[in-house]
């Protein structure tokens, strides 16, 4: 097999992050209700997996998972949904696909743990928050007084990226155990995988 | 959101790309994360006063008066309806026009780019910035690609109510597999056809390519350039003076 | 020229079957060539070995050598063998890179990375040689199919390739679009260029092929030059699985028309797609219970909103169907009626052939399951996954699930694009075991041969208005050869 990236695996690339993307975004329209923010990032990991998993299946060579995490990174980004995405996405891709060739783009194992990584990138939609902190304290003290504000921010405790970023770990293994299951089910036996 | 990445332009558009995705990531950095105070009190009003501009120029009447519509009432939720509510409730006020007001202009911003922007403008774009194939091509694909998941996505609706197969009479597990496996088959099939026929008219070719799509800065460009780098400016000397 | 020598391909993963065996051929350079032959065939794998596509994106074993104007195919890089081949595929849908038709012209150009006084001096020659003026500045999904197929031929065409191969370019055409296509291919072959061909719609190329070249299994079977195989009797292609190239042959198998008394009625179809102009405009019309109605009619005739509407799949329908007494709207209608969709992989849903027709079932009970599967020749197939299987069996696994559903209507889009005389055969047996238990059918198609062998009645659809409406007997067979000027 070739090892270097040839254009049909570009291709490939791109025809899974639109997949990607529409699966991802129909789960999304939740966000526009902003309590159910928090359980995005359980729940577009778990959504991608079975896109994902499919898409490993085709993804042999080194790169192929890094640029998809370029990618999500950039077009997030540029949909306006904040730009901290753009560095957290290639993040967790290079991880992911050092992952994958650790086990010769062939294990199992390897591929779920390396989807469980790669959808940590969800919580740089979530940096924002914790980062802008300060800012939107300071504004509500200004309009309500200290205490007012405090109790607001208690709402938002500091280490709320931590927990976030295992969510999103936990439920990509999960989403990539049933990733798994539909592709011996379906997808094998179908031929296109 | 694909229904408008349909058209197709005679002329030119009225931003460069390369200025639309400026703008999108100056007011999604300015407007969510830009603090208070000072010349942030001008800025940030500016630029989420600019989609709104934007969308009237492009006549997309309705999206503009949609956005309008929903950032006044996020922004007099953080006005009156913050002080006088508590607990839970309160939360959920601040939580939503928190939210809404901070990220309505970045996303509308971002839903401009992408409906106002053909895919060979994109690719024009992404190649004079100096993006390598590797990502110009998957990008391209993703444009292309998006339309086609939306009609599969519509058409297995369809067969799903047509065979009764219904959201709350079965396992969402059921539902799951249902909408997804046979979403993903065609998607794959298309693909590999779509593949097949761009590597046969040369797509990959080891030369640059051309791009015969006309894209270039107006005077407007310069304008919201102008903006984008005062805002920065603006955002860097906050930050600096503390 | 063009020399396959000892040519064998095997595709690794996919059936050992649709691989070639041992092909030696030579292509002389301004001629036709059609290939034809049973899906399965082999056909299609020789266009790609052709164009590269084989070794260069399908993967397998590929012994032989394939030389193309004096270039090995094997060691030649795809974007090389571009501008020697030009390639032309079945689906107008895939096909696209671009979403809008200029881009889609100059996208080969654009590739090779020629100066854009070049691409657009290409461009506009193409647009000047295949008369596609009128088609430049548009959305590729506004067009029409055989529009597509235009664009999708000049796209190739800007590259001057002396060689051009065709995979089944008529499959989604009607008879207007196949009429377009015809006209290219007839132009290039004047032009002195090499035109190969895969098809199973043979009509068209009947004054244009100059040779046929007839597969089975992956192996040549019959070489002919088209005068021969063109004046051949119809037992000749019958024979040979093949579509008949003349469609005046066609005869109407004898159905059985049941006189009932009954009918179901179409009250008040309008419809637009918020666009002023109605693309559905049937006021009243009546169609007796258990025929089997050809809906058919020009691209954008509104047929296929005709039969979504019949289904309730459109939203905002104020249309009335009555049958038996009742009156149902469009929400009611989608419980008694059952669509096999043009592209039935949207329709199958579980990992198995019996589940997929268990899934239709009230009750569900396999030994009707069974027995329905049996009626339609799928038995042997109940535990292989649905996408596994070819055309022709998905969309008789679709049938057996509308079989199954119990639902009165039966509607379906299209069924046999893409298909060879074989599985068109064995859809319309499909068709009239439908009949035979009562449900009434409605067909969009462009297939004329598929008509004579399953319908009843034709409706005869013109810009959304109901045209005309007649029983196929033998009277009506000469009138639907007259719309499809044959």
Same mark, same amino acid.
């Given at each position: 097999?070739?090892?270097?990236?040839?254009?049909?695996?570009?291709?490939?690339?791109?025809?899974?992050?639109?997949?990607?993307?529409?699966?991802?975004?129909?789960?999304?329209?939740?966000?526009?209700?902003?309590?159910?923010?928090?359980?995005?990032?359980?729940?577009?990991?778990?959504?991608?997996?079975?896109?994902?998993?499919?898409?490993?299946?085709?993804?042999?060579?080194?790169?192929?998972?890094?640029?998809?995490?370029?990618?999500?990174?950039?077009?997030?980004?540029?949909?306006?949904?904040?730009?901290?995405?753009?560095?957290?996405?290639?993040?967790?891709?290079?991880?992911?696909?050092?992952?994958?060739?650790?086990?010769?783009?062939?294990?199992?194992?390897?591929?779920?743990?390396?989807?469980?990584?790669?959808?940590?990138?969800?919580?740089?939609?979530?940096?924002?928050?914790?980062?802008?902190?300060?800012?939107?304290?300071?504004?509500?003290?200004?309009?309500?007084?200290?205490?007012?504000?405090?109790?607001?921010?208690?709402?938002?405790?500091?280490?709320?990226?931590?927990?976030?970023?295992?969510?999103?770990?936990?439920?990509?293994?999960?989403?990539?155990?049933?990733?798994?299951?539909?592709?011996?089910?379906?997808?094998?036996?179908?031929?296109?995988? | 959101?694909? &229904?408008?990445?349909?058209?197709?332009?005679? =002329?030119?558009? /009225? !931003?460069? #790309?390369? %200025?639309?995705?400026? +703008?999108?990531?100056?007011?999604?950095?300015?407007?969510?994360?830009?603090?208070?105070?000072?010349?942030?009190?001008?800025?940030?009003?500016?630029?989420?006063?600019?989609?709104?501009?934007?969308?009237?120029?492009?006549?997309?009447?309705?999206?503009?008066?949609?956005?309008? &519509?929903?950032?006044?009432?996020?922004?007099? =939720?953080?006005? /009156? !309806?913050? #002080?006088? %509510?508590?607990?839970? +409730?309160?939360?959920?006020?601040?939580?939503?026009?928190?939210?809404?007001?901070?990220?309505?202009?970045?996303?509308?911003?971002?839903?401009?780019?992408?409906?106002?922007?053909?895919?060979?403008?994109?690719?024009?774009?992404?190649?004079?910035?100096?993006?390598?194939?590797?990502?110009?091509?998957?990008?391209?694909?993703?444009?292309?690609? /998006?339309?086609?998941?939306?009609?599969?996505?519509?058409?297995?609706?369809?067969?799903?109510?047509?065979?009764?197969?219904?959201?709350?009479?079965?396992?969402?597990?059921?539902?799951?597999?249902?909408?997804?496996?046979?979403?993903?088959?065609?998607?794959?099939?298309?693909?590999?056809?779509?593949?097949?026929?761009?590597?046969?008219?040369?797509?990959?070719?080891?030369?640059?390519?051309?791009?015969?799509?006309?894209?270039?800065?107006?005077?407007?460009?310069?304008?919201?350039?102008?903006?984008?780098?005062?805002?920065?400016?603006?955002?860097?000397?906050?930050?600096?003076?503390? | 020229?063009?020399?396959?020598?000892?040519?064998?391909?095997?595709?690794?993963?996919?059936?050992?079957?649709?691989?070639?065996?041992?092909?030696?051929?030579?292509?002389?350079?301004?001629?036709?060539?059609?290939?034809?032959?049973?899906?399965?065939?082999?056909?299609?794998?020789?266009?790609?070995?052709?164009?590269?596509?084989?070794?260069?994106?399908?993967?397998?074993?590929?012994?032989?050598?394939?030389?193309?104007?004096?270039?090995?195919?094997?060691?030649?890089?795809?974007?090389?063998?571009?501008?020697?081949?030009?390639?032309?595929?079945?689906?107008?849908?895939?096909?696209?890179?671009?979403?809008?038709?200029?881009?889609?012209?100059?996208?080969?150009?654009?590739?090779?990375?020629?100066?854009?006084?070049?691409?657009?001096?290409?461009?506009?020659?193409?647009?000047?040689?295949?008369?596609?003026?009128?088609?430049?500045?548009?959305?590729?999904?506004?067009?029409?199919?055989?529009?597509?197929?235009?664009?999708?031929?000049?796209?190739?065409?800007?590259?001057?390739?002396?060689?051009?191969?065709?995979?089944?370019?008529?499959?989604?055409?009607?008879?207007?679009?196949?009429?377009?296509?015809?006209?290219?291919?007839?132009?290039?072959?004047?032009?002195?260029?090499?035109?190969?061909?895969?098809?199973?719609?043979?009509?068209?190329?009947?004054?244009?092929?100059?040779?046929?070249?007839?597969?089975?299994?992956?192996?040549?079977?019959?070489?002919?030059?088209?005068?021969?195989?063109?004046?051949?009797?119809?037992?000749?292609?019958?024979?040979?699985?093949?579509?008949?190239?003349?469609?005046?042959?066609?005869?109407?198998?004898?159905?059985?028309?049941?006189?009932?008394?009954?009918?179901?009625?179409?009250?008040?179809?309008?419809?637009?797609?918020?666009?002023?102009?109605?693309?559905?405009?049937?006021?009243?019309?009546?169609?007796?219970?258990?025929?089997?109605?050809?809906?058919?009619?020009?691209?954008?005739?509104?047929?296929?909103?005709?039969?979504?509407?019949?289904?309730?799949?459109?939203?905002?329908?104020?249309?009335?169907?009555?049958?038996?007494?009742?009156?149902?709207?469009?929400?009611?209608?989608?419980?008694?009626?059952?669509?096999?969709?043009?592209?039935?992989?949207?329709?199958?849903?579980?990992?198995?052939?019996?589940?997929?027709?268990?899934?239709?079932?009230?009750?569900?009970?396999?030994?009707?399951?069974?027995?329905?599967?049996?009626?339609?020749?799928?038995?042997?197939?109940?535990?292989?996954?649905?996408?596994?299987?070819?055309?022709?069996?998905?969309?008789?696994?679709?049938?057996?699930?509308?079989?199954?559903?119990?639902?009165?209507?039966?509607?379906?889009?299209?069924?046999?694009?893409?298909?060879?005389?074989?599985?068109?055969?064995?859809?319309?047996?499909?068709?009239?075991?439908?009949?035979?238990?009562?449900?009434?059918?409605?067909?969009?198609?462009?297939?004329?041969?598929?008509?004579?062998?399953?319908?009843?009645?034709?409706?005869?659809?013109?810009?959304?208005?109901?045209?005309?409406?007649?029983?196929?007997?033998?009277?009506?067979?000469?009138?639907?050869?007259?719309?499809?000027?044959?």
């Amino acid at each position: 097999m070739k090892q270097k990236i040839q254009p049909k695996d570009l291709i490939t690339v791109g025809v899974f992050l639109a997949i990607m993307f529409i699966v991802c975004m129909g789960v999304a329209m939740l966000g526009y209700i902003p309590i159910f923010i928090p359980l995005l990032s359980v729940l577009v990991p778990l959504i991608g997996g079975i896109p994902f998993m499919l898409f490993l299946t085709k993804a042999r060579k080194f790169g192929m998972v890094l640029i998809m995490s370029v990618m999500i990174g950039l077009v997030v980004g540029l949909m306006g949904m904040g730009v901290w995405v753009i560095a957290t996405a290639p993040i967790s891709g290079i991880l992911a696909e050092i992952i994958l060739k650790s086990g010769g783009y062939g294990s199992v194992k390897k591929s779920i743990f390396s989807y469980g990584v790669f959808s940590t990138w969800v919580i740089g939609n979530y940096i924002p928050i914790v980062v802008t902190r300060d800012n939107y304290f300071s504004m509500l003290v200004s309009g309500y007084g200290q205490e007012y504000a405090e109790t607001l921010m208690g709402y938002i405790p500091d280490w709320s990226l931590i927990p976030l970023l295992f969510a999103s770990f936990l439920s990509g293994i999960l989403g990539a155990l049933i990733g798994r299951e539909l592709l011996k089910k379906h997808f094998v036996r179908a031929g296109i995988a | 959101m694909w &229904a408008m990445m349909l058209q197709s332009r005679q =002329g030119r558009a /009225f !931003l460069d #790309p390369r %200025t639309k995705m400026l +703008l999108v990531i100056t007011i999604t950095s300015i407007v969510i994360g830009g603090g208070n105070g000072g010349a942030m009190n001008i800025i940030k009003p500016v630029l989420t006063a600019v989609p709104f501009l934007l969308f009237v120029v492009e006549r997309k009447w309705k999206t503009a008066m949609t956005y309008v &519509a929903v950032y006044i009432a996020a922004f007099s =939720g953080e006005l /009156f !309806l913050v #002080p006088i %509510t508590r607990g839970f +409730l309160n939360f959920i006020v601040v939580a939503c026009c928190g939210m809404f007001s901070r990220f309505m202009p970045g996303i509308a911003m971002g839903s401009y780019l992408v409906s106002t922007t053909t895919v060979s403008e994109f690719m024009a774009a992404m190649e004079r910035l100096g993006l390598p194939q590797k990502l110009t091509i998957p990008l391209s694909v993703m444009f292309r690609f /998006f339309p086609t998941v939306g009609e599969e996505y519509s058409a297995i609706g369809d067969a799903m109510r047509m065979r009764g197969i219904h959201f709350g009479g079965g396992k969402p597990g059921k539902m799951l597999e249902y909408r997804m496996v046979p979403l993903m088959i065609s998607c794959v099939k298309i693909g590999d056809e779509l593949s097949a026929a761009a590597l046969t008219r040369g797509l990959g070719a080891s030369v640059k390519r051309t791009n015969i799509c006309r894209i270039g800065f107006g005077v407007f460009d310069v304008l919201v350039m102008l903006i984008c780098i005062l805002g920065f400016c603006i955002l860097i000397g906050n930050k600096c003076l503390g | 020229m063009i020399e396959l020598k000892n040519v064998s391909f095997f595709y690794t993963g996919e059936q050992a079957d649709a691989g070639v065996k041992d092909i030696s051929l030579v292509f002389e350079e301004g001629k036709v060539v059609l290939l034809c032959g049973k899906s399965g065939c082999g056909k299609t794998t020789l266009t790609r070995l052709i164009n590269g596509l084989i070794p260069h994106y399908y993967e397998g074993t590929l012994t032989g050598n394939v030389v193309v104007n004096g270039y090995l195919v094997a060691d030649t890089a795809l974007y090389k063998m571009a501008g020697i081949v030009g390639s032309v595929f079945q689906n107008p849908r895939s096909q696209f890179f671009n979403v809008d038709t200029d881009s889609e012209l100059a996208f080969a150009c654009e590739n090779m990375g020629m100066p854009e006084e070049e691409v657009r001096r290409r461009m506009e020659y193409a647009v000047e040689e295949l008369e596609l003026g009128s088609l430049l500045g548009r959305s590729i999904f506004e067009l029409s199919g055989g529009e597509k197929q235009k664009i999708a031929c000049g796209s190739v065409s800007t590259l001057e390739p002396e060689v051009f191969v065709l995979d089944e370019p008529t499959s989604n055409l009607d008879m207007e679009g196949i009429a377009l296509l015809k006209k290219v291919v007839a132009y290039w072959k004047a032009n002195g260029k090499t035109v190969i061909i895969a098809e199973h719609r043979l009509n068209f190329l009947a004054d244009l092929a100059d040779r046929v070249i007839y597969l089975e299994d992956g192996k040549i079977a019959g070489d002919y030059d088209g005068v021969t195989f063109f004046g051949q009797q119809v037992s000749f292609y019958r024979d040979r699985g093949l579509r008949s190239p003349y469609l005046k042959d066609i005869w109407r198998q004898e159905r059985y028309m049941p006189h009932l008394k009954d009918f179901c009625s179409l009250q008040g179809f309008y419809y637009s797609y918020g666009k002023p102009g109605s693309v559905l405009d049937i006021p009243k019309a009546e169609i007796p219970l258990g025929h089997v109605v050809a809906v058919v009619g020009k691209n954008g005739a509104g047929k296929t909103t005709l039969i979504r509407s019949i289904c309730g799949l459109l939203k905002h329908d104020k249309g009335i169907l009555g049958i038996r007494r009742k009156k149902l709207k469009a929400r009611e209608r989608l419980s008694i009626c059952y669509m096999v969709m043009q592209d039935v992989n949207h329709q199958l849903f579980t990992e198995s052939v019996l589940d997929e027709v268990l899934l239709s079932m009230g009750q569900k009970d396999q030994a009707t399951a069974e027995w329905i599967l049996d009626s339609l020749d799928l038995l042997e197939f109940k535990d292989m996954h649905p996408m596994s299987l070819s055309g022709g069996q998905k969309q008789r696994v679709a049938i057996a699930s509308a079989l199954t559903s119990d639902r009165e209507i039966i509607v379906l889009d299209e069924p046999t694009s893409g298909l060879d005389f074989l599985h068109m055969q064995q859809v319309a047996e499909g068709i009239r075991t439908l009949q035979d238990k009562n449900r009434t059918i409605f067909i969009v198609t462009h297939d004329p041969e598929f008509i004579a062998a399953c319908c009843t009645d034709i409706l005869l659809m013109e810009r959304g208005k109901l045209r005309e409406q007649y029983p196929l007997d033998s009277e009506g067979m000469g009138k639907l050869k007259i719309f499809y000027g044959i």
